[in-house]
Structure formats: C-alpha cells, structure tokens
C-alpha cells in the first residue's frame, strides 16, 4: 500500500544518481552504490584548507577611476553598462564583450550617445572575452551570462588579476564555489556576486533595524524567488538560446536561491557569526511548464516538452550553527504573483514583504498600521538611500537597488575599502542549489553546507554597508 | 569547524532519544541505539492489517434526534454546548462532564436559562465522565478536553457504542492514532476530529473551485497555524492547569498541525485518491518563551522557565504519493499576526489568504482586484453558507464555521449519512505531530506516513459535503 509514494522516491533517486555526480564534481556515478554516494555527500562538508590567505575583509589600494570590461550585454549587462556611465568620473568603461556582435554594439552606440569614446568590442569568437580580459587596463570585469558560463569566466578574469563582479547565481555546482573560493584567495582579488536586493530600500531599511536590535533575538526567516518567467523562458528571443529552460530539463532543487536568501542572510549574519549548517529540500511535482509548453508555436523547440526535471516549487528549510531556521522557496513556472517573502521573525517583532507589513511586541496583535508602518521605514532608512536620492531617481534599476549596489562596488573600489559582499557569499548563497538538488535525489535528506569561510563565520562582523558610506 | 552546527544536532539527538520511545509507543529507549531507533521509525510505515471492516463511508441508522453527551466544557466545550442547543429539536443534551464543577454547572445553567431541563452533571470525580459514558441515552459525546484525554475518551466513548466527535488534535502519538482507527473499526462508530476550518466560508468556495477545476492539475499547497498564544498559555486561568504550555516545555515539532492542514487536505483529496507520504520537519531555536517567562508573575510556576523543547517555529514539507508538496508551519510564540496561509497553487491559478487573494491564468501576473476576487468568491460560494444564512448569523462560532461544522454533523447523523470526516482524516492530520518530532529528533531525516485507510486512499471519493446537503 505504500508503494506509490515509495516508487516515487526511488524513480526519483534512480533517474538522479547520475546527477549527483555532476553536481559534486565526482565524474560518473551511474556505478556508483547509494552507500558511495552518501559518503560523497559527507565529503561536502569536510573542511579544506587553503594555502593561500582568506580574502575577508580584504582591502586593496584605492582605484581613483576604475576601469570596468562588461562581459555579456543581454537583458541584465546592458543596465550595468548605463549604470556605470552614470558613475562619471568615478568609473571608466574600456571594453564590451558579448557572443552577440550586435548586442555589443548596442551597448557601444549607447555609450557614444553619452559621449563615451573608445569603447573597445570583443565580439569576433566565443572565445573574444578571453582576448578581452588579457588587456591590462582593466581593473574589474563585470560578467551577465548564463548561469553556466559564471565560473570558468570569473576563475579566468581573477588568474588574469581582474576584480571580478559577476551575476547570480555565482555558481550551481559545489565544486564551482570552491573553484570561485580558492580562486579569489590565490589571486587575492575580489569576486562578488551582484545580488542587487541586498541593496533595496525594504531591505537595508530591516537590515537596520536588525542591526538596533528591534526585532529582538531572530529566530526563523524565509525568502524566495517566485516570479511566473514562464512566458520569457519559452520565447525564441528572451534568453539567449532559450538556455535559462534547459535548466529546468536538467535539475530540480531551488535553481535561483540568492535574491530572497542574500537579505535574510545579512540580517542573520551568515559568514559573520552564523553559518548555514544543513539544509533540506522538497520539490512539487512538475506539471505548469508541461501545460504551457502545449501553447507555444510549433516550431519552438520546447513545443510539447513533457520532461521537465524540475519541480514546479521548491521548498528548502535552513538550518543555521545557532540554530535559527530558514524557509526558501524557488517557483518561476506557477501562476502566482511575484515575491521573495523578505520575512524575519525575533523576540520583539516579525516582517513580512508583499506588501510589507510589520508586528511589534507590545502593539497589539495584528499588523502596525499603514501611519506606524511609514514611520518605522522613515526612521530606519538607510542613510545612503537618502544621499543617493536624486541619482537614484534618475537612474533606478529594479527601483533603485541596482544603481546603489554598482555605486557601492565601485565607491568601495575608489576608496580601497572592502566590498560589502565576498566571494564567501556569493559561495554560501549559491551553493543552495546542488545541496538542494542532492537532497531531493537523496529523498529528502539533510545535506550539510561546505564551510567556504574555513571557520572564519564564527567572527562577529559588521557588514561594510553598515560600517561605512 | 563543523562542530557548532554538529553540536547542535547532536544535542538535539541525544536529549531526545526517549521522546522517540514515547513518540512511537515502545516504551523506554535510553538504551536504544541509534539504529535500533532507526528501525522503529522504518516500523511506522509497516502496513498493519484488521480484522474488522474498515469505516470508510460508514452509514449508522438515521437517528431523528441526537442525544448529546459533553466531556470537558471550558475555553471550547461551552461554545459547543450552544451550538448543539441551537440545532433545536435536531439534537437533545442529555448530560455534561467536567473536571471542574463550577464549568459543568455554568453549562447547565445556560441551557436552563434556554429551556432546556433535566441535564445530567458528572462532575464528583476525576471518573465521572466514566459514568456518564455508560448511560445508554447517548448517541454521540463531543469531546473538548486537553489533549492528553483525546484518546482515552475517545475510545472508552465508542467501546459503550457511542459516536464520538473529539476536538483537535486528535492524538499526539503514532499508537494512539492508530488506537483511534482501530477501535472506530472494532465498534463500527463514527470517530470525527472536529476541525471547523474546513468548514469556514472561504474554504468551502475553494474547495468548489478546486473540485470544479479551476486551479487546474494541483501541485503544491501551503497551510499554518500562526497564533501568539503566549499571555493565555501563561495564564493561570486559561488553559486548566496550564496544560498546553506543559506541552512545550516537553515536546517539539509541530504540536497543532490540523486548523491549517486540513482544508488544504480536502483540497488535495488525501485518503480520497491521494495520501501524504513523508514529512521532514524542522524547528528553529527556543526564544519567545523563554523571554516572556521572564515578565509573568513570580508566583506562577513558568516565572523564569528556561527550558522549553519546542522551537519556535516549526516548519514541515510534506510530499503527497502523487507528488504534491505542502508546507506547514506552527508558531504560536512569536509576535506575529494570525495567519493559516490557506495557500494552494494548480496549473491554473493560485489562491493564498492572509488576506484571501486570488491569481488566475490569462488575468495578468499580478492578483485579481477586490471587485473579480468578490465575484469568484460569490459564484463559488459554497450552497450550505447561503441556506444557513441565518443561523449563521445568529449563532456564529468563528465567523460561522462553528455552527456550520455542528450543523452537518448532526444533520448527517439524523439522515443516517457517513460524516464529512471520518477517523482517518482524524489520525491523517494529527500524526504530524509525533512524525515531525520525530523528523527532528533525527537530525530532520524523512520519515513516512503510516497508511491508516490500509490502502483505501487510493479510491477516489468526494466528501460528503460536496456531495449531499
């Protein structure tokens, strides 16, 4: 009678062995026995050393003009490219590099139509961002390609003595955030991942009143990524051959874990006190992309795809070293309005985004009211959304998080400060998804996370956004 | 450097090996090692055979007037006495039980102050609902009594032929959910958990939309009990004797998993063509408690208890045979407002409340608008809220669904028509409980369902009350 859901678990974990094989970098393990791949699970979490010095907090002399080579101008680089222009003289762009000679070019008359000159393009071969990042006039590279291309890119760019500023996810494999990790502190070089919405007004005004105590002890949070991208990742002309869908082909497990985790995780502290100690991982059966794809023009090649390795919603729970708990939800393919939760629970208050709403110990048991709520956000605004106002406004960027994250990175690089995220976050927040895939291959078990720090976390520090500005 | 995050898990496991013992009903297991423990957790899913005839769609006699017992008339046995008195000659009280006297008299006295006489008291000793349970003039006891009587009760009340209604949950053990499938079989009684949210206005009209597809093919569901219980838990005069905060002080896991879980149950359809599979449960660290203790008043005896096993929020993933997943959370120590989530996502749409909100295929990506969300909620309204629409209003209960729930379980038993839910949907919804204890206690492994319907799940059946009214 049991045998339903058991033949589901095991079609599940019969289909994914070669997966998990993949995923920890351990080559083929279609031979390898469940005893063997459970073992490879346990070596995620032994600790590595390095020989190399950790990168926290590293500082390298200040950049006056930082000269900045972008490498791919799709949907997402050509905002950075009129993001960087918008930093004036504190930035220089030098070259654009991009497999679409087009794209490139887009980006180049763009730049022309503000008067920047001499833009050089990289665009002849697949390999031209290699010649690209040989140039030595470039200090830091900023990378928007699929997903897929992140790592050996930035590994590259790094080895080549370029800071490197790259897209979400940083990696999706586990040995790719060590490559990344182990990379940044041979070369001593910056890599950080552009998670944007750590910059968002919501979040920096929560991080300060985590900061002032508020919220009391935090106990438990929860973030996501739920955005119905159905309809762009089936079109012939959204992402670049259709790449952003062949991940749903291949893997289940939470595909695009950073936007809602990297807020919950500063406001919890994670590298910085905390760690993410275990997680598990659910997926749904898959069943929207199936439906949809029935829709699509007949010569889309994702036309009646039925193989979908990807649950439609992915539901991950947390664990971290003190014990506070995190719910982390991926669904890009259910018709249901976007949100990333952005809820953090305390002993003294609760927050919950979409829309915001806030719960304060001693203020009744339901939700401030809209006057309360507006004067907590007014109170706790982060000071450099107030001295960045008018830019803000005129440049925007997914309502202004975009333009003062670019501004922050290349502030910090003007100043010889240290950037407010590091390779390690960028490593913790991305490696949610092999150790999310690897759960669900393994039917749910608990995954322990790599510690890319090399127990470094347990030093209490402040965040350099709430440090300095 | 592992070792915070593995202290953390281990503590957790060893303080809690003899929970796992009581948990699973095999007495003390100090001395069992961590396989052993492992094999009584493989032991619940072992299917278990009777001898006796299943209840599924049990039918009893039409009964033209039910006589009630009570057991337990405090917080919720008083409201369920007036209920049952406003069901008029459908019903008659026959006789009230309560530890406490002065609870039992006050019942009486309401009921004398609406006409109605001659109701017995057993309240001299701790026994006296003994007596009462062996009159012979009482067809049904509903059962409102802490929740470490449920099973006692429930199982003594059907052993003298009685049919029984008992309030949520029904049992906190694997055994005694068990006891209550086993004995409902034995005598052949109705056995209902009386879980009046599935009763509520709005999730009757899901559960019509649900059943007239227009979620489209189900895949993943969302459900809670978030209630800050602290000040009555604490409170001397609330729960009696303070029993359901000595509950947190011995358990973790999710200890009230049904307000939320159970529409989203019907919803699904589990033990009517589908059925919940496995659960990994986690809880985040102990907080609010532990700081409120601090506030109450010296000579009440949690002042300054520090030393509570449940976390404060409990977070539970569920996986269905047919693939579905449900995320189920229970806090009921933090400061954050009331929510059941009542979220439930198809191929078609999705609904969450919270407040109830609505998203459908071909309606733009965000929510529909209050005005399209009023019109779907009145064209699915389900027909039992429009024909009760007075008495609603009259005798509420909940907003309504109090009276609706007594209605249709008086009304079924006098037409002599199975219940809407029957002791599997009972011992369904409560084992979350023990099974995501024991989920925890293991470190937040998978653990599976017991099959209470012994494969009857797999027929597909609709519930009475969107069958018959």
């Not at 012939?236 to 919950?264: F, M």
């Not at 199936?290 to 010569?299: H, I, P």
């Not at 670019?406 to 995220?421: H, I």
Request: contains cysteine; charged residues 25%; neutral net charge.
């Amino acid at each position: 009678m049991m045998s339903n859901s058991n033949n589901f678990n095991r079609r599940k974990f019969l289909k994914s062995s070669a997966m998990v094989g993949a995923l920890l970098g351990v080559g083929n393990v279609n031979a390898l026995s469940p005893d063997a791949i459970q073992q490879t699970v346990a070596n995620i979490s032994t600790p590595r050393k390095s020989q190399n010095k950790s990168v926290i907090g590293l500082k390298v002399a200040p950049i006056e003009q930082v000269r900045v080579a972008f490498i791919g101008v799709g949907n997402r680089g050509t905002g950075h490219v009129k993001l960087v222009e918008a930093l004036g003289k504190k930035a220089k762009i030098i070259a654009i590099s991009d497999i679409r000679d087009k794209y490139a070019q887009n980006s180049i008359d763009y730049l022309k139509s503000k008067g920047v000159k001499k833009v050089a393009k990289y665009s002849a071969t697949k390999d031209s961002w290699k010649e690209m990042l040989q140039r030595d006039d470039i200090d830091l590279v900023i990378i928007s390609t699929p997903w897929e291309n992140h790592v050996e890119m930035s590994v590259y760019a790094m080895q080549q003595g370029k800071h490197v500023a790259l897209e979400v996810p940083a990696a999706f494999t586990v040995e790719d955030c060590w490559k990344l990790v182990d990379t940044a502190e041979a070369t001593q070089r910056n890599c950080m991942m552009l998670e944007n919405v750590c910059y968002g007004d919501e979040e920096l005004a929560i991080l300060q009143m985590v900061d002032q105590g508020i919220f009391g002890t935090l106990t438990h949070g929860e973030a996501a990524y739920i955005h119905d991208l159905k309809e762009l990742m089936f079109s012939k002309t959204g992402y670049y051959n259709q790449w952003r869908l062949r991940h749903h082909i291949k893997y289940d497990g939470n595909l695009y874990p950073t936007h809602g985790l990297g807020p919950v995780a500063q406001y919890m502290g994670i590298a910085r006190g905390d760690r993410f100690g275990h997680l598990v991982s659910m997926s749904s059966l898959e069943a929207n992309l199936t439906e949809y794809a029935k829709t699509v023009e007949k010569d889309n090649e994702f036309y009646q795809q039925d193989k979908f390795a990807h649950g439609d919603m992915n539901s991950t729970l947390i664990q971290t070293a003190k014990g506070r708990s995190i719910l982390l939800q991926h669904d890009v393919a259910t018709y249901r309005p976007y949100s990333r939760i952005n809820a953090i629970a305390g002993t003294k208050g609760y927050h919950e985004g979409y829309p915001s709403r806030l719960s304060f110990a001693g203020k009744g048991h339901g939700w401030l009211t809209a006057e309360e709520h507006q004067e907590y956000f007014t109170k706790y605004k982060h000071p450099i959304w107030d001295s960045l106002k008018d830019e803000i406004a005129k440049n925007g960027g997914h309502g202004g998080m975009d333009f003062v994250m670019m501004y922050r990175l290349v502030d910090c690089l003007n100043k010889g400060l240290p950037l407010d995220m590091d390779v390690y976050d960028g490593a913790d927040w991305s490696v949610i998804t092999p150790l999310s895939q690897i759960s669900i291959q393994m039917g749910n078990t608990p995954v322990k996370f790599p510690d890319f720090t090399r127990g470094r976390w347990q030093e209490e520090r402040k965040l350099g956004i709430m440090q300095t500005l």
